[in-house]
Each structure stands twice: as C-alpha cells, then as structure tokens.
C-alpha cells in the first residue's frame, strides 16, 4: 500500500469497500456492546480473517472468542462465504481458528461489523444480536436446553428477523466439552468445542440480520463469473456432493455408500459453483413416538470427517445416529470415540443418552478428543474439522490464506490452479497494491501456522 | 385529557377534485388481428428448482443493479431456503399476462410494456407495498434500509442472474416456438371434412354409400338393437373406431369428426360467449342421450338418433351428389349454434357418439398431464383457456397442483400441449406416474 | 390508560409529532386519496397527527388503519415528522391492547401483517380475478413465499 497521506487516504478507501470497519467488543461480564473502529494499520498489517482475528485475540486478553471475516467474504470471489473463530481451544489447548460458512460471513458482514469480540462472562444465558452496525445483548434462558431444531424454530417465531445465527446445542448447555457450534440447525467444521466455550461464558447464540451492503468491486462483477467459467471448463471439475467429496478422502468411498439409496440434494454455500454439502432425506424409527412409529427428517451433510469418523465406527446406522450428534450439537467423531465397537444401535443410543445427565457432571471425560489425521498439527489448528484433501504438502498454506482472505478452505483445496494471485486481483488490480499483498502474506501463514 | 374535538371538513361549494384517471388513464387494452391468431411471446425468465443449490448468487448479482453496492436484502429476488425440506427456490416476479399487482397499486405505477414486461414506476410509486400483497409468490419485495419496492424488470432483456447462476438454473427463453400441432389438426380436420362430407357422401354413418363404410359405433349399436342383427363388416369397421379410441383417446373428436370442423369454425367467428346456466352444464348428459337412442332404437324399429344426428346429417346431405332434404339442412346450422354458449357444448353435453368414444376411453393407453411445477401457474393458465372443452382446472394450477385431466372428456386436440411454451404439458402412457418436472427417486 | 399515556408519548417522541406545522404536503402525497372515496381529514396523516397531539382518544380510532405505512408522507414532510412511525405507535398500542378487530392476522404464522381497509381495497380491486387467488390475501408474504417454494420445489 502506497505510503504517506494521500496514499493513506487512497488505503482507506479501498479499505471501505471491503470492510465496515467496525469491530464490536462486547463484555458480557458488564453486559456492554461497544463499536470501536478498525483502524488502516491493522488491515495493512494482518489483512483480515484469521490473522487479524489472532491479533485481536491478543490485545484483548482474558481469552476472548474472536469472530471476524476477510476482505473476500462476500465479494464477487466465488465461495466468499468464510467467517472465523479465533478461540483457545480447551480440547486441543492452543488457539484455533475455526471457519464457518454457508451464508456466515457475509451475513455478519452484511450486519455493519466486520470483527467481534466477545469477552468475560453475562450471569445468565443470553444471546447476541448483530443489525446494522450495533450489538445487542438479549436474555435467552428460554432457550436452555433445547434441541437445535427446537432454538431456530422458536428464534424465528418469537424473536426479531434474522439472517443467520450460530447456536449450542443441549450439548454445551450440560458442559460437555466435545459440543459443537451449529450454522442454524445446519452443523458446523467446529470440531475444537467453541460451544463449550460459549456455554462457559452463558452465551446461547449469536444472530446476524445482514441486511446492509458493500461496494467491493462493483467495476468489474463478472470476474468471479469468469473465474468460474476457467476452472470449470477443466477435467478435475466434478464435484456435486457431498459423497464426491468423500471419494477424495482415505476410506471415504466406503462411508459415502451409506448415502445410495436416499432422496438426495447437493446444496452449495454463498456464491459458490462447487457444492459440497448434501442435503439427504431419511426415515427412521422414533421409539419416543411410540412402538415402531417412523419418523421422516431431512438433515444437510456437511461435515466430512465427522461422517467417516461415525459410519467407521456404526455402519448402517451412521445417518440416524448423526442426526442425533447435530440435534444435540455434539461432535460426531467424539460421540464416535465414545461408542463401543460392533454394538447395537440401542446400546449406542442408551451411551449417547448417558452422555446427557440429569444431573452432575457431563460423563464424557476429557481424555476423548478427536485425534486429528494427517496433517496432524496444522489440521487441529483449523478445528479439526476441514476435510484432508490430498495433496496434503500444501494442505496447511492452501487453509491459512483462504483463511486470511475470507474464502472457504475447502474451495481453495478443491481447485489448486486457483492461484493467490486470482484470488488477489478481486481485492483490486492495481500493480502496487498487488504487490504489497504478495509481500505481506508468506510471513502472515507464517505466523498463523507457527501457533 | 382535554375534551374530544371533532373535526371540522372544509365546505366544498365546488367540487375541483381531480381524480386519477383524469391525470394517469388506463390504457386501453387493444387486440390486434395477429395478437388473436398467434398470442405474443414474450421473454422470461424460467427457474429449475432441481438445478439451483441455493448459493444465492442470484440475489448477490442482482442486488448490484439496485444499489451500487453487494446487497443480498436489496435484491429483486429472493432465495427461500426449507431446511427441513431440504429445497431452495428463487422467488422473482414472473411478469405474468394478467398481473394482479397492476390493479393493485392506488397510483397506478406498474405498466405492462409492449415487451411484456411489468414494470414498477418509481416517480409514482409511493412505496405502499399493496403490490407484495396482492401477487400470490409475494415477488416485489421491500429493501429493509431505504424501504423502496424492487420488483424484477428482466433487466430490460439481459439479465443478470441467469448469466451468472453457476447452476443454470436461470434461463432466459422465450418459451417453446414452432407450433405445428396446430397446423396438423386443421389440415387433417379439412381433408376429413372434405373427404366424408363432399367426396364419399355419407361414408361416416350406419347408411353404405358406394363401396367405402366407415361406420359409426354408436350408429351400429342403434342399428343392432333397431334390427336385431349384427353385420359383420360394419360391425368390425365401427370397431375400427373403437381401437382407434383405445389407442389415442377420443381423437376422433378432435382431429377428424366433420362436425367438430364446424364447431371450431363457428368458434372462431364468435369469440365472445354467453355461457350456459349451471343446472344445464352436466357432463352426464351424453351419456343419457346415448341410453336414449339405443333405447329409442329398440323401441320404434328404426335408428331413432341417426336421423336428427348433427354429424349424419352433415355427410348426408351436404356433398355434391347429395339430396337437400330442407328438414336435414336445419339440423347442422341449429346445433352449431350452440356454440354461442360455450365452446363445443355439443361435445361437452349432448353428443352420443362423443358419449360411447368417452365410455372405451376408459381403456386408453395414453393421457395427457400437465406438470404443475414445471409450468408457471397463475402468471400464465393458457393451456386452461385455450381448452375447447375445459377439463383444466385453472384453480388447481394456481395453487400449484398438476390437475387431473378426465381423457373421456378430453378430445384430444392438444391445444394445450401446442400452446404451453414451457414443456409442461405433455402425452404420457397410462401407467406412468411422473409428470414433467417432478423427479420420482 | 397510563400506560396508554406512556406509550403515546413515546410515539410522539420517536416520530417528532411535535414538530408538525400541518402544511399538508403528506396529504398531497398520500396514496389513500387514490385508496378511498370516503378519504377525509379523519384518516389523513395530518388528521391523525393533529388527533394525537389535541389529545383525541387516537387508539380507538378506526382511522388509524387505513394507512398502508408506505412512507410516502415522512419522505415529503418538511418538518422530518413520520407520519408512518406515528401511526405503527399508535397501532402497536392497538394490539397491545387486544383491539384486534381491524389487524388481519396471518393464517400461518399469526402475526398481523396488514390493516383490514387496507387488505379491503386490495380485495376490491382485485374482484376481476377469480375468486381463488384471494385465498391467498390471507396469508402474510413471508409465509406465502414458503408456501409457494413448498409447493413448487
């Protein structure tokens, strides 16, 4: 970025199409939601996404959760649907960032605030509401241990217009470590417990009502057209599903057969042309309803290593069981850690029952984590949750500046002839601003994968 | 709290009101001499609800034409999602051909060009939202921040979500074009006419005439009961009919009976209808007229309907060498009239042969569907309208509903089939259960 | 009736009532002229402003729902009063109240999404059309959108 004052200004308003610049900082110990502006230098130095939320983490201390977006999120780049948490992970005990997708990001972008900083504990469980630039807190007691499904309908029905939300589930509500964040009633790749860490600080969920906008680079809107058009006129451009996914992965072929039979919908995330989400409709069994009485759901697959972990464990009966696991808002490879080989599917669901106790201390005991595959270190860093996607040399860079920039880690691995610079000229096509990017990333996933 | 005061109205000696339509009149609607013949086609845009995945790009990109900015809230369409459900559809005005938003607005904003395309406005539009209230998918939608109203305007021709949906699940057509169903029809349904009414006089009837008989099902059976005997080569050429029907439901009706030649002409000179009061309008109606001249027949000793049949009477005694028998002459023109009450009413109520062609049409093989979802419903009912003998339940296509169509009653013209441009009426085989647009797994 | 009080006084704080001059520019722009032929001083959105800050029982007045919120008359007004947010205070009071009689309620979600004249005029002017496109004016455009993607889909 040019230098000086002019050059500061000309810096500011690139800036301003990409982002609010708005960071809300809110103290739940103090029932505060403050606006602080985000000032050129952070963006300068740290860009966006993961790195600048990591900083934010270290500022506020006090182990905040850091929720933030990139200067993609929401541009014409396709699969600009990222958001990411910053958090210590209590499971992986180091700072993780988990991304989010779906509509996530640009909701939260779209809501006036492109970081969010959620520090200290309320004293009874709320909720955050994010509109036009402002945070509000909200009491949410009435929501305390409900299904998921049951939080979004009553969220809906009862409470002011929302776009998107990320909710815990009963999971996090009775302290189980293992409990995941969910997009709506949608899951989520958060396999490094951002629920129980919400659920320690009383927070039930946090909603975006984004109904603003951005200019980003409404010069050129077909770029991300024409992005599209490239990649998709190559060989490797196949993917539709969530099961085509899975025949990337180490054994996945096997889980996707799991999936043959069903009525099937691939869905894809804001903006993008690869759908890898798939959403399956199934019948099964509810003994609550009464003797044999059959209960017809639809559920939408998203999470890639959790649904190998759980059909490697339980086979056939891999979809009722994570239908419960997302219900629930629990991890599905822990849940499958926790389950006993070769046992029925009443015993599994009398262990996952058990998992819920009345009362007393959650009883799944610390010592069930998910163990991550390769690439290992770098593969908890991001959750735990983002698929393994071969070639996995480049696997933790491909992630981190997706990360940074605000695109999903998953469109980035599935289509390696994107390059960064592609990726880039959607911020702008200026010669010196390139460069300046290109300088400042290598030592950015430097940081981030040094964690 | 102070006392209730009442308002006081100011006198109005003289009334200057103006009123709207001396400032802004409605057009008035004119039908032009080709726009009667050959309905305009115009562009739309046609959505594919299996395709789309519910990126909302669609949303994205067209909220850039509305502001200046990435707005998904302040697009013209709408991406709705059911998660349960697991379905996206994107809502967007279908520029219907009789939009209801129109009569709606007080200001009178929306217009429908000459392009076809409805259009908001925005010096009169006043914001109201009476037009979201009164279009059944609810298309025009309010921006949550400035509150003005952004309705679709096909991006006067190009527009941009179907250029950018990654799916294809937008497309931008103009419907189906080339109608040659109908050119087929009228020509069969002239060389018919030509051929039983001028040319072999009497052909199509019970009564033999020169070496070729082509004789009528019901005409035979009023003759097996009048006679008592059965004659194997009338009854095997009415039998002829008969597979016919079996085959293809009642085309005869449609394609090659003379008399329904003169239906249709007669229904192209008077479009308007008078319509026929409620208690007169019962399907069931041919078949008793039909229980009556077999019944007739046994009882007097001679085919008792053939004489009064408008169809007999056509062959007989219109053809070049025919006998102008003046009683006989009466019949056609008379029942022909009929016609001023409702399109083919004869076929509809009265006609016997109609009757026994609707009874072995139970056995077809084939039928006609019309795929609800595939087709654009309460924006368009054409297929409803142009119906000779209105078996489409337009109410059943607006809520969305592909309508059961009864095949004794359908004669088979395929009006609908040529007239619908989306491909969403089509013949299908009796036992298949799919109709276009639904996927059964 | 204290809390009535209370809550127009807030309604005429957050609209800025106060401020009215009763020029008459919201009436000009007002589209319920075009709406209704018994359109008088009553329903108009100087009317019901004047209404309100004489102290007229406002809240039971049916005249506060014939207004199609539209915005129309905030958006001309020189004195930056809101007629629309006046007349949403005053209805919200309405309901608060149980005076229901003139909010038509959605079949499906039960929330009351437009006025009774309101939804009136549209049946009117709707008439042409044959009676089974009105079964759809019962229903909010929220749920009506969820239908149609419900049935189409």
Redesign the interface.
Known sequence: MAEGGAGRKQNMNLFQQFFNMRIGVVDLSASSAVIVPLEADQISSYIGGATLNRSLFHQYQDDPLVFGVGPLT???A?ASSLLVATFYSPLFEKICHVPFML?TG?DMK?SGIDFLVVKGAASELSLLYVDSGTVQIFPAGNLRKLPI?DI?RALK?DFLPF?SAIVTGPAADHGILQATASV???GSLDKAGLASRMAAKNLKAILFN???????R?DN??Q??EL?TRI?AEKNFSHRGFTSILTKLDGGKAAGKHLRKL?K?????????A?CMT???FIRQDASQGEGSIVK??L?LLDHTGWMALAKKVGTHVLPLFHICLQSGLDPESVAQRLSDGGTMIEWLFAIEKMFPESGKAQIAESYRPTGEAPGKTHTLFGGGIAPIPPSDVWGKRVALSMILGICPLFLLLFPQISETDLLTFISQREDVLKTLEDRIPSLIQTLLAD | MSEHVTMQEPSAEQDFSLNLDDLRPRPVEKRTFSGYFMPPRHSFVLFDPDKCTGCGTCEMICSTRNTEKVAPASASVKVVTDEKLGKNFTILCQHCRKPLCLPACPTRAIEKGNDGIVRINKLFCTECGLCTMACPAAAPLKDPGNQEIHKCDLCEGDPLCVRHCPEKALTFTRGKAFRWIKGLRWTIQLVSFLLLVIVFIGTFCYFKTGSVSFACPTGTLQNIASSGTIVLVSASSALALLILTILAGRLFCGWICPFGFVLDLVDKITPKKLGWPSFLKSRMTKYGVLAGAIGGSYALGFQAFCTICPIGTLCRSYGVQSFFKSAELAIVPALASLEIAQRRSWCRYFCPVGALLGITATLRLIKIVIGAKRCKKFSCIQCAEVCPVGIIEADQLREGISPKIPMTECIMCMRCIDRCPYDAAKIRFRWQKAVPGENRT | MKNRHNKIAEAKRFSGADGCVECGRCVAACPMAEMYTNFSIEMSPRGIIKKTLIGNPVVEDKNIWYCTECNAGTDICPQGVSCRDLIRKLREAALDENLLENAKTCKCCGRAFVAVPVENFVYGRLKEEPPNVFGVLDICPPCRREIYLQRNA
Request: aromatic content about 8%.
């Open positions: 929401g541009s014409f396709p509509r640009p779209f499904p979004t029905r776009q709506g009633a949608r984004g109904i603003g906008g951005l200019s980003f409404t809107p077909d991300g057209k599209i998709s009525r919908k691939n869905m894809a995330c804001y903006h993008c042309p759908q959403h399956v409709e759901g639809g939408l």
